[in-house]
């Protein structure tokens, strides 16, 4: 009886130390598991921050696009301000999604990801009204200042104002 009991004793021993390595292990493969499951939900969201600002960017180029086709198709020589505030609005949308993007390391490039210069080359018309409508505006600055004051600076107008290089600023 003695005996029986001490094996019993022995044999619940072990089987509660294996029952504890069991548990040890099972709870280091869940950590390993909720470690690797957080890091692909990061991934996810880089990812799909990425997308979003892609979409927001390819909105806005759509819609640069519509007033190209719009002011082909009416013919018209000039922007309204209302367009113009558009454009400008774009722009700054364009540029902060490049910028966002370039910063998280998404940056694709050409063909597949396009910074305002090359949208907007991609739109003659509304890039010579556009570039135009800037030179007007930066002529009618000047000209409402101060008479009795020299203006040396003029304003930066065209490329230069759009953060544009000097060569790729030539409106078609």
Request: glycine share 6%; hydrophobic share 45%.
């Amino acid at each position: 009886m003695n005996t029986t009991l001490v094996l019993l004793t022995i044999f619940f021993f072990a089987a509660l130390l294996v029952a504890g390595i069991f548990y040890y292990l099972t709870l280091q493969n869940l950590a390993h598991i909720r470690r690797e499951v957080d890091r692909l939900q990061i991934q996810a969201r880089a990812e799909r921050a990425s997308s979003m600002l892609r979409a927001e960017r390819s909105r806005c180029q759509h819609e640069l696009q519509a007033l190209e086709t719009d002011l082909g198709a009416n013919g018209r020589n000039a922007l309204t301000a209302q367009e113009l505030t558009l454009v400008d609005n774009h722009r700054a949308s364009i540029k902060e999604c490049v910028d966002a993007l370039k910063k998280a390391g998404d940056w694709l490039g050409l063909p597949f990801d396009l910074e305002w210069v090359d949208i907007l080359q991609r739109l003659p018309r509304l890039n010579a009204l556009y570039l135009a409508s800037l030179d007007n505006g930066a002529l009618l600055a000047n000209q409402s200042s101060d008479p009795g004051v020299a203006n040396p600076l003029p304003a930066p107008t065209g490329p230069a104002a759009m953060g544009a290089p000097a060569t790729a600023s030539k409106p078609i």
